[in-house]
């Protein structure tokens, strides 16, 4: 069986024109796409935009134009923006496309010829926003809390789809495939949904009467498809479902990213469509979180919207590709501001990676007259190069793989940092100075190699600087042999390199209005209090996990090595707790975990995070601070 990928942005709704948020998203599935295609899956990339329903119809109407002349214009505003930024996706479906209009009334009638569609009169409160009923528990202090507005109340005749139905089956679906819905966040969030309280029927038609812009349902042209029953569709009739080879070949190995607001729609709605029309259901939902501008929401009515145009004009492309992925731990909100922008391409891009390019560049040009050397008798480090390689690829692909891209890119960024302390170590300057040529070529070569391969494992994040790199090593093409790359013998000794240049020049932060300094009095008195700022305390990233594994480190008596689960991912810490807990004691409770310090090394073991514990002093024992079991494994503290 061919090995397949098929991974699907929402489609974006054309009521405004795009903006960061929809960029990572796109980014992400663009991500995703070249590291399968790289990893030997067939990969298929789908994205597009959602056309019809109310604010379409209002958004258009202010503008003194069409829909469908709106929708046009705005659609070509995000194919335009992803051309730009280099997104190779593989389709750009629009709902207002005639394909896709056919799927969505061939599945509608397959549901009603089901009896799993029926009429009825429905009253409730509507959110224009969402573009649906809400729930009484989802008002807000008569609000919708997505929206900050009141939703209206309407009464009408309606089709219904049996939703309900559905219900039980979902969760058993849900309990059963714990991938279904990814993170356990998301997963908890739908499930609570599930079992709160009986599911509603879900109405998908509007009456014509009220809105015309929309599918006329197959078996009632008086009314047109709610959108969502309409957009969601878009999944599979952009692959030509039911008979196309493309729906049989990709809709099984199906991955949707979408942001954590239309959780419910795609968490809910979707699969219960698909169960109800005897389609198999997607393989897993990957949710993300909201980025967020100086920690506000980023929204058109703050006026705080950042455009993937301005941010590739001012920054980069490939810099801002790497802000994203690095930046977010996918599950939960990220900061965006232009400080965490320029640290991640002054400290990662330009200092770590681009540093050590240029640097070993130049050595090869001034020790081996710019020719790639053969490797010596003598090798010093190759053993651990090779070692730390392999581990630190198998990390990045398998991470990234799960959405994880943040952490993924920080286990072969900690490879791309011991290069540049293999440099340090091993002195190539000093070994030309004494003339230990043997030495020189294969710490020089080993360089070389080890840049190569991080250049390929880097491709889909760097999209252009990659294939600089890669051709300036005079190699032809991207190697996708991922067991080749581990090997660390790629290159063609005696062949002359390139200067791939200054990679990533180095950026200036913008000049801040100098703030008047407090009283000496205050500043003292705050000193002295250890006062800290909220955003210090906001950039400690402190989530609810669960000890999967404990048990002592040999050697120590106050060392516990724990296996945890932080709802994101599972990693080792070592805790100094066993001199007041068993590993028996801790096995299967709940913490809060410090989840976003960097790997220490403790007692020669490699700790990623600390559990918080507390101690009445430095004689006692600590205390370990355990979470109630209801609070879902990776919820936040803050």
Known sequence: MDRTFYVTTPIYYVNAEPHIGHAYTTILADFMTRLNTLTGNDSYFLTGTDEHGDKIFAAASAN???????????????????DDIGIEYSDFIRTTEPRHKKVVQIILQKIYDNGDIYFGSYGGNYCVGCERFLTDKEIVDGKCPEHNKAPQFIEEKNYFFKMSKYQDWLIEHINKNPDFIRPERYKNEVLSMLKGDALEDLCISRPATRLTWGIPLPFDDKFVAYVWCDALINYVSAIGYPDDPKFKKFWPSVQHITAKDIVKPHGIFWPTMLKAAGIEPYVSLNVHGYWNMDDAKMSKSLGNVVTPHD?????????IRYFFLREMTFGLDARFNEDVVIDRINYDLANDLGNLVNRTFNMAGKFFEGKIPDFGKVNPGRDEMLAAFEKSAAAYIENASKFQTSIGIEKLWEFIRSLNKYVDEHKPWQLAKEEKKEELASVMRNLLEAI????????????TISPKIVSALNMSEISADIKALTGL???KGGTTIGDPGILFPKMEKPKSEVKAEPAKEVKKEKEAAGLIEITDFTRVDIR????????????????????????????????GIAQAYSPEDVKGKKILLVANLKPAKIFGIESNGMLLAAKKSSKDKPVVIFVDDNIPIGSKLG
């Open 544 to 575: 609810v996990s669960e000890i999967i594994e404990a048990s002592k480190v040999e050697g120590s008596d106050k060392l516990l090595y724990l296996k945890v689960n932080s709802g994101l991912d599972e990693r080792f810490i070592v805790a």
């Open 64 to 82: 003194n134009t069409t829909p469908q002349e709106y929708a046009d214009r705005i659609s070509g505003k995000f194919r335009s923006a992803w």
């Open 489 to 491: 013998n790629n290159l």
């Open 311 to 319: 941010l590739v004009s001012k920054y980069g492309n490939d810099q």
């Open 452 to 463: 190569y391969s991080v250049a390929v494992l880097l491709s889909p994040v760097l999209i």
